[in-house]
């Protein structure tokens, strides 16, 4: 009977330490559960916080672009408007040539701020754009008309040269950085794999009988110093720069395409605004016409619109009405 009794006490007393042990276990886990918790809350709360202050930057960076490309707008407006009371067409043309300037530089606040403009904003700015373009090329061809076809003496070299007048400022090339750069390289075939350059700034430089693919968005593209290559490129969400360039091939799709000191090349060109070209000879522009799987894709991810103004070229060194020596459109 002792033995009965003392064995349901110990199985009492461990029963008893289990129910404790049990207890404390639960009340553990809640404790546990309730921090966890009140750090998961904690971590939202700070996340929300950065959101509102992320957004609040974003806000105010997008106000004061549309403040900025609207004040530099009307501004440019105002000054083709301004272009009837120039009586003297050489002081007109100079005014013109500093109208392009001016809208060049608009062009470049928008590619700069793109990363945090909104598709609505982003869409109305390049229609902004695109109107500007065509302003200034009614406004050039109604003060600078085409001469009427006469039957005379031929011009000489001269009267023709008298016809180009060089604007009082030249675009300055700045000097450029790239997160991807390939460079000195002759006679190879470089094929740039997607992780490598995508949506990255992107450097060509100083490439001989090269064959360049790089079929992916990218940011934007400088080439400079190429001389008997064909390059193949994906999507540009901002400018295709080039300079210094001779006897090569392009395919290309960008916002913008500007162009200086470059000969005798092709280029197969989708852009949603015009081409610029300055200190050029020999360039030749067609549609582009040759694609890569995937192309459709990739060029919905740059944000590039279906619009394409490979026909209209701005040559900064030709500002009369009559075609431009300088290149072809084909």
Known sequence: EKQTRSFKLSYYNEYKSYLSSLYWNIKMNEREANFLKMQEERLEALEKKRADRREASQNSELHKFLDKFGNKKVSIETELKNLIYIKDEIERKNKLSQILNETLQLQDLL??????????????SQECLTVLHSDISRIQNEFLPRKK???????????????EVQ?????????????YIIENKKNENVVVERLMGYKKDILL???????????FPMSTLHCTNCTNCEISLGPISGS?????????????????ARIHNTENSR???HTTSKAIIEDCRGLVFSCRNVFYDDYATDKND??????????????????SSEPSPNFTVE
């Open 149 to 163: 076809f006469t039957f005379g003496k031929k011009k000489n070299i001269s009267s023709t040269k008298s016809e």
């Open 167 to 179: 604007p009082k400022a030249k675009t300055e090339i700045k000097k450029y950085t790239a997160d």
């Open 302 to 319: 740059a944000e590039l619109s279906d619009v394409n103004n490979w026909r209209d070229v701005d040559d900064f060194n030709w500002l």
């Open 240 to 256: 295709l720069f080039l300079e210094k360039c001779s006897a090569s091939s392009f395919y290309a799709t960008c916002q913008q």
């Open 111 to 124: 590619n700069n701020s793109m990363s945090f403009l909104p598709p609505y904003d982003l869409g109305k």
């Open 267 to 269: 280029f197969y060109l």
């Open 205 to 215: 430089k100083d490439l001989d009988s090269c064959t360049i693919k790089m079929h």
